[in-house]
């Protein structure tokens, strides 16, 4: 399977997106330059967090304007999986491919450290690998996480099952403790935790692992040639 790792100006986890794809899963995936991208021949696209330019404006409002986007759009209406991890997440809400808006954190202070997250929807194409409501560790690095959805979105959401992710202690005063959330189809999923920071029991977790697991057990399923 081939993941493209979509870089920013001011991306700063694309090196570690691609270790997790590469070192860890053991997968083909290429850093691509946004203005150089062709994103046609690839089955995944992740969005790397960090600080695209410089977080100015709103953070991921600015990347979210780059021609690289309409490829990022016509890959999710084709059903490829599509991941945002925290600066990518902030940008697939910029974009509408998902839905609500990021805000400062509550206590207006950046925060680098792991959380307990709760898996409350283990039926999607990124999380089949782990039980519903189990807890998994993984860190948090953002100063902008606080995720907010009007209460007409949020009840889309739950209906749709389009919540992945809870934290278990909400560090940022996100609506409902939401960590994570998909679109109404599964196949994008944004979160502001880091699993791609959770692959090696080195640096004490590897709960994000079966993350990308789950990507990749799910495209060789569709991809199965059936006798
Ligand atoms: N690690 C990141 O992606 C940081 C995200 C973002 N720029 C913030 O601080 O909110």
Redesign the pocket.
């Known amino acids: 399977m081939k993941f493209a790792v979509v870089v920013f100006p001011g991306s700063?986890?694309d090196r570690d997106m691609y270790f997790a794809i590469t070192e860890a899963l053991g997968q083909n995936a290429d850093l691509v330059w946004y203005q150089e991208a062709d994103l046609s021949s690839y089955d995944a696209i992740l969005l790397?967090?960090?600080?695209?330019y410089g977080?100015y404006l709103r953070?991921?409002a600015i990347a979210s304007t780059s021609p690289v986007i309409e490829q990022i759009r016509e890959a999710a209406e084709a059903g490829k999986p599509i991941l945002g991890?925290?600066?990518?997440f902030?940008v697939l809400l910029e974009m509408g491919l998902l839905p609500g808006a990021?805000l400062?954190?509550k206590h207006l202070k950046?925060m680098c450290h792991y959380e307990t997250l709760i898996v409350e929807n283990a039926e999607t194409m990124f999380t089949h690998h782990y039980d519903e409501q189990e807890e998994i560790e993984i860190p948090i690095?953002?100063?902008?996480?606080n995720y907010y959805c009007d209460e007409t979105t949020y009840e889309q959401l739950q209906t749709n099952k389009q919540i992945a992710f809870s934290y278990k202690n909400n560090p940022n005063g996100s609506v409902k403790d939401i960590a994570g959330i998909t679109n109404e189809q599964g196949n994008v999923l944004g979160m502001?935790p880091?699993p791609e920071r959770a692959v090696d029991a080195l640096v004490g977790t590897t709960d994000g692992l079966r993350l990308f697991q789950s990507i990749l057990t799910h495209w060789r399923d569709k991809h199965a040639i059936k006798a």
């Not at 790397?48 to 695209?52: D, E, K, M, V």
């Not at 690095?141 to 996480?145: P, Q």
């Open positions: 700063n986890c790397p967090g960090g600080f695209s977080d953070s991921g991890v925290c600066n990518g902030q990021m400062p954190n950046f690095a953002h100063g902008d996480g502001m880091h």
